[in-house]
Structures are given as C-alpha cells and as structure tokens.
C-alpha cells in the first residue's frame, strides 16, 4: 500500500486512463494548471489536444463535452464549482441526462463531469453548496461522492468507464486528506455501499466530508458502549438501498447525515426508504442532520455551526440508542 492525497488519487487515474483511452479528453477551465489543484502535469504528459482549456462559459464547454461523448470521444469536464451548474443547467438537464433515452439508445454519452462541493473553506454561499441531491434528483444521471483517495480513484475509474453520463461531486475539503491507496487501483463498482464501520446499535449513513465527522462521532460513542455502524453509500444513483435496509435491519435505528439541502435532500429520502421499507426493524423514529435550510454564510464562525459536527451527530445517535419505540 502506498499513500496519496485525494487530489494525488483523483489525477492518478485521470492518468491512467487517459494512457489506457486514446478517446478521453479533459475539458474545462484552467485544467493545464489545475486550478483546483487536482489536473496539473497532465498536459505534459498527454498534451494540449487532449487536455484542453475553455473559457469561462460553463454552458459552453458542457454543451462541447455533450456533443463530444455524442459522437466519439469520452470527455471528463471539470466544473470548478458546482454551484455554477445553473449556468449550463439547461445541457445538463435536458441534454446530458435525456439524449440517450429520447435517441432510444441511439445516442450514447460516457461522459463524466467533475465538480466540487462542500462548505467549510470560507467561500461563501456562491462556492460551497453541496447539489448531489439536485443531480441525484434528475432521472438519467448517475451521482458519486468519495470520501476517501482510494474511493476517489476507484469510482473515477468506473465512472469513466461507464456508458452513461456521470457526476462525480469532490468535496473540496477533501483533497488534502491522505489515506492508503492500492498499488494497482481498480474500478469501484457504482452502486456498491461501504460499511466504514460495523456496529450493533445504530446506524448512521454518512456521505462525503460527513463520512469523517461520522467516524469522528463513532469513536465517541464506542468510549461509551455503543457502536455505531456507519454506512458510506458512496453513490446516490444507483443508490445500495439493500446495503442501507440490512444495517437497520440489524441495528434498529437509523441516522442520516448529509452536507446536502435539509428539504428534499438525501436524508430525507433516505429516512423515507427506511421508513416505507424497514418500519417494522425500527426501535426508535429515525433521525437526520444537515445544516439549516439557508444558504451557506461566509462568517466563519457562522458557516462552522452551519455546518453538520460530530457533537451534534454524538448527542443524536445517544439519544437514539436511549429511547425506543
């Protein structure tokens, strides 16, 4: 096992794909330099055909990214935040997610768009909102969150490699975190949940950065007897729901913690599932913490409380395990 960053794991299967794929191109603003960190030196090594800047029209160079997986290629389009996808949402809405369906499968697009999300670096409410409920929302589109170097280069990897058109949303809080990798990485297939950690007594499902604060949480609670077994789907779509029903099935309790929107956002549509499908396991109603339903504020002590903490997800997962029906 070696060690990478999550921006070190995310550019080396950029890399090896790219050497494996003569088709695959990198698309987006600043990508030769790699603005965000992750995409530098991959022009030296591919060249400037295949690693391609654009200029500031995110409706532009994602409508160029569609047209291009359209006919041939396989586009990887970097979004340096997600919250600008308003401004290209018309391609990604009714082009990027439909073409395949409305062609009956004569048009095909393995295409993936790279973005990232995430509060926490001070970025204001413009640079930090976490939209994988907004992708996972919209039928036709596939949606990853890693939360691990290794889980990024997996995923990627898959993601590239899918005939579908992709999201994979990079909390930018995340780059800089080191974790194993393997030497030889292999495609992580989408859909397929991770249990982070086995437990007995509750569950709580945890996605992206949240996935850290989960951990966190857990150790705590362990130092008091209960374990709590977290859940990573890794994915929204195809989402493990079996993964999810089995956890609760043994635990009898479930929390949801999400960076995502409060309403209409993955807790919620998780505590659904589990509410319709595994009621009769449950031992007390499940729980959900995101932040409030507000844009994210730019006062750092402000966007820190915003922000779902392993305080708050300790105090619930306690309360859960104390009560019951």
């Not at 790699?34 to 409508?63: C, K, N, Q, Y």
């Not at 089995?246 to 913690?257: D, E, F, I, P």
């Amino acid at each position: 096992m070696r060690e990478m960053t999550m921006a070190e794991a995310i550019c080396a299967a950029l890399d090896a794909e790219m050497a494996r794929e003569p088709r695959l191109v990198l698309i987006g603003e600043d990508v030769r330099i790699g603005a965000m960190g992750v995409t530098g030196g991959l022009v030296a090594r591919h060249g400037p055909d295949r690693v391609i800047d654009m200029p500031i029209s995110e409706s532009a160079f994602i409508g160029a990214a569609i047209g291009a997986a359209a006919t041939g290629l396989i586009p990887v389009v970097e979004l340096m935040f997600a919250d600008f996808v308003g401004v290209a949402f018309d391609a990604v809405l009714n082009q990027m997610a439909k073409l395949r369906y409305m062609t009956g499968g004569q048009v095909r697009l393995p295409l993936v768009l790279r973005t990232t999300i995430g509060a926490g670096d001070r970025a204001a409410a413009q640079h930090s909102q976490s939209l994988h409920h907004l992708f996972t929302s919209i039928p036709g589109l596939k949606c990853v969150l890693p939360a691990t170097p290794a889980d990024a280069c997996g995923l990627l990897l898959a993601a590239i490699r899918d005939p579908d058109p992709v999201i994979v949303c990079e909390h930018k809080m995340l780059y800089s975190l080191r974790g194993p990798m393997p030497e030889t990485p292999e495609p992580i297939p989408l859909g397929r949940a991770c249990i982070v950690r086995p437990g007995r007594d509750v569950t709580v499902v945890a996605f992206a950065a949240m996935v850290h604060r989960a951990t966190e949480a857990a150790a705590r609670l362990a130092a008091e007897g209960i374990e709590a077994e977290i859940i990573d789907p890794r994915t929204t779509v195809p989402l493990d729901e079996s993964a999810i029903l089995a956890s609760v099935a043994r635990t009898g309790r479930l929390l949801v913690v999400d960076e995502g929107a409060a309403r209409c956002g993955m807790a919620a549509d998780i505590v659904a599932l589990v509410s319709a499908r595994a009621f009769d396991a449950l031992k007390a109603p499940p729980a959900a913490i995101t932040p409030p339903h507000t844009p994210v504020p730019f006062a750092p002590e402000l966007e820190d409380a915003w922000l779902p903490h392993a305080d708050a997800i300790t105090v619930t997962a306690r309360r859960l395990c104390a009560g019951g029906r």
